[in-house]
């Protein structure tokens, strides 16, 4: 079965063939949901008046965004095939604003997790990527 998909562009037919300049066009297309996503979130909040206050807010905002999009692909194999293509939203509703009860003891921190919390796993493995050292190379 074949899908066409009609699509304009003023690139040059001689410098870029078809195949190329759809690959571009996706590129950019991906590029313009990060967008979206950042204006849905943190972007949301621009612009202040103050110049500095914007361009620190933009540095965080990215920042942000990397990190969340770096956990959401920590998360394991299990997650990754629903969390790679989610939104930062979605990241941080599933694995970062997580439902737990905060115990001390011995000054230790012990985080419970509710009984059959479905992002369970992925958390797991996020803070086993995230926190556990490297595995030890062997010549």
Do not use: Y
Not at 61 to 84: C, K
Request: hydrophobic letters at 45%; one cysteine or more.
């Amino acid at each position: 079965m074949w899908r066409f998909h009609a699509f304009f562009t003023t690139t040059d037919p001689i410098e870029v063939d078809t195949v190329t300049a759809d690959k571009i066009h996706r590129r950019h297309a991906i590029i313009e949901q990060v967008h979206a996503d950042l204006k849905g979130s943190a972007l949301a909040h621009l612009p202040s008046g103050v110049f500095t206050a914007n361009a620190a807010w933009l540095v965080l905002a990215v920042i942000a965004f990397n990190l969340t999009r770096a956990a959401a692909t920590l998360a394991g194999p299990t997650a990754t095939a629903e969390l790679a293509r989610a939104t930062t939203a979605t990241v941080r509703r599933k694995l970062i604003q997580i439902p737990c009860r905060i115990a001390t003891s011995a000054r230790r921190l012990t985080l419970h997790l509710p009984q059959d919390w479905p992002w369970q796993t992925s958390w797991n493995h996020l803070i086993t990527g995230a926190a556990d050292p490297p595995p030890q190379a062997t010549s």
